[in-house]
């Protein structure tokens, strides 16, 4: 599926991120997360929910929940700080 998300455009099945002319692969875990993400628009998600529906019950913790929503944030060019894409 593809998404437009402001300038970029993502598909989850190239696993990829585009921007203009540039293109960035994606870690499966960040493309997992994102695509979950665009599905579900504007909704407050709990860590416990993203571990039960992205990592699919795995054993994880809420670090590496944490870690790869820094990553996504990276590749959108999101600032935590002042979020444009992803608020927590």
Known sequence: MRWHIAQYLFCDQQQTLT???HQQQLEPMVV???AYFCQHP???ISTDKLITEVWLG???TNNAVSKTI????KVLTDDARQPKFIAT
């Open 58 to 60: 795995r054993v994880v």
């Open 19 to 21: 921007s203009g002319q």
């Open 32 to 34: 997992e997360l994102l």
């Open 70 to 73: 820094t990553k996504l944030r």
């Open 42 to 44: 504007d909704q407050i």
